[in-house]
């Protein structure tokens, strides 16, 4: 079975440049989550989709924005980039069956420098 | 804000030795999730808690939630260079869907 995954795997752009990251999440999976990871650092919460629909936003500014599709992939859009958004850009996708927890499986990210 | 505090940052070791990791935070969450990452890769699940109190084990691997769901410890015993990682702890609270906060981790290293 095919894990997620995630396009490109590693981006270099140049500041003021837009970016469009991509990921599959597992087959049956209906929520995926973004996530930012500055090195040495723990992953920061971005987006998670449900069902195409927004259903957790964290604090990033408005530079960044994603959507869900039908088939239940995701982009992350990020637009008039900055230097300090170089980093790793993790996808996570969760089925959000089954109670109080929502188990996440992660994509192996895309590297983004920006110039 | 969440935060969740993650101790030690950094843990270098003799193979065999135990060790323990901390998570700590002010907020309550849903439920409480450990994580290993590697190099290049994305974090891997290892184990999540739910209820407080709640105890599991995964092979040398002891996960602890506390009683009120604030705090939560990774204990790994006879610890080998093949537990060398990164660890996560990272926690779930509702807001309509979900929204996940992760510690800084703790940088494993297990000297053979």
């Known amino acids: 079975d095919a894990g997620v995954t995630q396009s490109p795997t590693h981006l270099i752009k140049t500041r003021g440049q837009h970016v469009t990251l991509r990921c599959s999440p597992i087959?049956?999976?209906?929520?995926v989550s973004w996530y930012q990871q500055v090195l040495g650092q723990g992953p920061q919460f971005i987006f998670q989709?449900?069902?195409?629909?927004?259903?957790g936003r964290g604090n990033f500014p408005d530079r960044f924005s994603a959507r869900q599709f039908p088939n239940y992939s995701s982009e992350l859009n990020v637009n008039a980039l900055l230097l300090g958004d170089s980093a790793l850009y993790l996808c996570?996708?969760?089925?959000?069956?089954?109670?109080?927890?929502?188990?996440?499986?992660f994509g192996p990210g895309t590297r983004l420098t920006v110039l | 804000t969440q935060l969740l505090e993650q101790s030690p940052q950094f843990l270098s070791i003799q193979e065999g030795e135990n060790l323990t990791v901390y998570c700590n935070s002010s907020?309550?969450?849903?439920?409480l999730q450990w994580y290993r990452q590697e190099p290049g890769e994305g974090p891997v699940l290892l184990v999540t808690?739910?209820?407080?109190?709640e105890v599991k084990k995964l092979k040398r691997l002891t996960f602890q939630f506390g009683d009120a769901r604030k705090d939560s410890s990774l204990h790994i015993t006879a610890a080998q260079p093949g537990d060398t990682g990164l660890y996560l702890c990272?926690?779930?609270?509702?807001?309509?869907?979900?929204?996940?906060?992760f510690g800084a981790g703790t940088r494993l290293f297990v000297k053979a």
């Open positions: 808690v739910v209820t407080g109190g």
């Open positions: 990272a926690g779930l609270y509702r807001t309509g869907g979900f929204k996940t906060i």
């Open positions: 996570a996708s969760s089925s959000m069956t089954g109670g109080n927890y929502n188990e996440q499986f």
């Open positions: 907020s309550v969450f849903s439920s």
């Open positions: 989709y449900y069902e195409k629909e927004e259903r």
């Open positions: 087959s049956g999976h209906k929520s």
